[in-house]
Every structure is written in structure tokens, then in C-alpha cells.
């Protein structure tokens, strides 16, 4: 760890633990066809954001790593340039702790309800200034594992007060939303309790400290739901067999504690991650994804956002380094105009 061997276009040069790591260009590079700008890159540690802000607007630093949609959209409007992975996305799910006993959620109804009752698409734009986006499901538009026969659902409050009728909730219920103060959700939690509000369903929120969330909350709620953000990549069948199948009871998925596991959504998952071939494993995953959502709605997508974003410098050109189909930087392909 202290001294990384690798074949790249930069070495390690320097390293000031918890500070900096400072690079240099590989003069034995073996790849001569390649153009590497730079002769050296500095990846500094900085923590909070208002820090970050202050380094980029001074020129103290180029780019910077990561930072909320309220930090991308204030250095946007400064004038900074956003690049964004194309291969890694991040979901921000309400997850319904479903067949608990005695609770209105065990109800499918009551939980397509409550995912009529919230705009996403307000949340969106107003509360994530048009950063992230809406997906009617557990996939992103435009990948290999979007599903256009899942309905999903839009916003329709209307349509929530009838489903609650039916169930038998006509003059609405108190539930509880959890989620861990160290994701910083509390914007969403706040809209999506007014949203509730006005479908007659009072939500109590409960942010819990991260020791809590990480060690018990998010795999232990009695009744409720939990509002957790997570990163997803290339092959989403590995997420939903961590989250949605019945290994999630034995694991640490989303849905640990939920008593709430069909024995065809597992069949589904299984298929999909046992597929011998892509066009197999994509038809018994399109299946998982409506069963997902439409079938037994054990989750709301409530807003997506891309997971690794960098906010750069307006004199930095991205040139495959940041906005790539990697899971990493490349530093061959960013230079100054």
C-alpha cells in the first residue's frame, strides 16, 4: 500500500498521508502511442465542501471530486464545468419494510399509494436544481438494462387516495421513514413527508447517527421504510441479487429485514445471474425489474443522479479522463486548453 507498483502512465511520486498523493509522469510509460499531457498530478484531500468551493475559486486546485447537487449547481453558476462517469450511477430508494404485521405497507396497494404520492420530477428539479433524474425503475434510460415494459409510476396523488381507499386506509395512517445522517437526505425526507401529507399519511422521519445506521438501522426497521442512497454499475443483476432476492436475508442488502421475498422474483434473480449468455440474463432480469416495481413495488426510485462526478476548472479539457465508460480516471485524457 505504501509502495504501489503499476504499468500505468503515472508513479508515485509523493505521498503525505491523510493531505495529498503527488504523481509523476512514467518515463517508461509502455504504451508510446499515447499522449500523457501532463507532467505531473496532485490529488489533494479536502473534506468539506465550503473548503473545496474556496480552493476551486481561487485556483488552489483544478477539479475536485465528488460534492452535492447544491455544490455542483453553485460552482456550475461560477462558471465550472461538470464531468460526469457514463458508467456509474447512484439510486436514491425508498424501501418499503413490507408484510410486517399489522402494518398498512404489507398492503401492495398502500405501497404503490404511497409512490403515486410523491413527484420525483419536482424533486428533481427543485430540490437537485435538475442534476439528477427520474427512472420509472431500478435501471438507467439508455443502458442495457432498462426495461420499457415496466410502468412504473408517475406522480398522481389522485390515483394515491383511491389506492387507499381500496385498501381500506381512506383516512390515512402514521408510519416512520429512517434514513442515516451521513447521506445527507434530509431534503428528500422533508418532500416526500409533505408529499405524503396530502394524501392523508402522516411520516414521522428518523435520521440516525451513522454508527447506528451502518451497524443495525438500515437492516432492523420493525415497520416503515428506510430512504438509502447506494452506487451501481455495469452489471445491476449483482446489485439486485444483493438487494432483492432471498440472499438479502443473509446479507446486507437493502431489504435484510423485510419479511417480503416471492419465491419468483428469487427465481427471476437467480436466472439472471446464472444466465449463460447476456440475451438470457437480460430476459429473466427485465422480469425481476417488473416484479420489482410493478408487481409487488417493494421500492421507490425516488430521484438517480450519476455517482462520480467532477467539477473542473473551465481551462481543463476532458478528454475521456473523468467522463468515461471506466470506473476510473484516466489522466491521458485531460489537458489544458
Known amino acids: ?56 475559486l481561487n485556483g488552489d486546485i483544478n477539479a475536485y471530486f465528488g460534492g452535492s447537487t447544491s455544490f455542483q449547481n453553485t460552482m456550475m453558476k461560477a462558471g465550472f464545468e461538470r464531468a460526469a462517469n457514463k458508467m456509474n450511477y447512484r439510486i436514491y ?45 431500478y435501471a438507467v434510460e439508455g443502458t442495457p438494462f432498462y426495461n420499457d415494459a415496466v410502468k412504473g409510476y408517475g406522480y398522481d396523488a389522485a390515483k394515491a387516495k383511491e389506492l387507499l381507499k381500496e385498501a381500506g386506509y381512506e383516512n390515512g395512517f402514521t408510519t416512520t421513514v429512517y434514513a442515516g445522517v451521513d447521506q445527507a437526505l434530509t431534503s428528500y ?12 399519511i402522516t411520516l414521522d422521519i428518523e435520521e440516525q447517527e451513522t454508527a447506528i445506521w451502518t451497524s443495525k438501522g438500515i437492516y432492523d426497521i420493525d415497520e416503515g421504510m428506510i430512504l438509502a442512497g447506494h452506487g451501481f454499475g455495469a452489471n445491476l443483476v449483482n446489485q439486485q ?29 437467480m436466472s439472471a445471474l446464472q444466465a449463460s449468455d447476456t440475451a438470457e440474463m437480460l430476459k429473466y432480469e427485465f422480469q425481476a425489474q417488473e416484479m420489482i416495481i410493478d408487481d409487488y413495488c417493494l421500492g421507490y426510485p425516488v430521484v438517480m443522479s450519476e455517482a462520480y462526478v467532477t467539477m473542473m476548472n473551465k481551462d481543463l479539457v476532458d ?19
Open 241 to 269: 441479487v444483493s438487494n432483492f432476492s432471498k440472499r438479502a436475508r443473509e446479507g446486507v442488502g437493502m431489504l435484510k429485514e423485510c419479511k417480503l421475498h416471492p419465491d419468483d422474483l428469487d427465481n427471476a434473480i
Open 1 to 56: 500500500m505504501q509502495n504501489p507498483v503499476g504499468t500505468g502512465p503515472y508513479v508515485l511520486d509523493k505521498w503525505v498521508n491523510d493531505d495529498s498523493k503527488t504523481f509523476k509522469k512514467n518515463e517508461n510509460y509502455w504504451n508510446k502511442e499515447a499522449t500523457v499531457y501532463l507532467d505531473s498530478v496532485e490529488t489533494k484531500v479536502i473534506a468539506d465542501e465550503m473548503s473545496a468551493q474556496a480552493a476551486l
Open 93 to 137: 430508494f425508498l424501501i418499503f419494510a413490507s408484510d410486517v404485521e399489522g402494518s398498512p405497507l404489507a398492503d401492495v396497494k398502500v405501497r404503490q399509494a404511497i409512490s403515486y404520492a410523491i413527484d420525483s420530477q419536482s424533486i428533481a428539479e427543485n430540490v437537485d436544481f435538475g442534476i439528477t433524474f427520474v427512472s420509472k425503475e
Open 319 to 337: 478528454a475521456n479522463c473523468f467522463a468515461n465508460n471506466d470506473n476510473f480516471p484516466d489522466f491521458t485524457g485531460i489537458y489544458f486548453k
Open 189 to 200: 425526507l422533508v418532500a416526500i413527508q409533505g408529499y405524503l401529507k396530502e394524501v392523508g
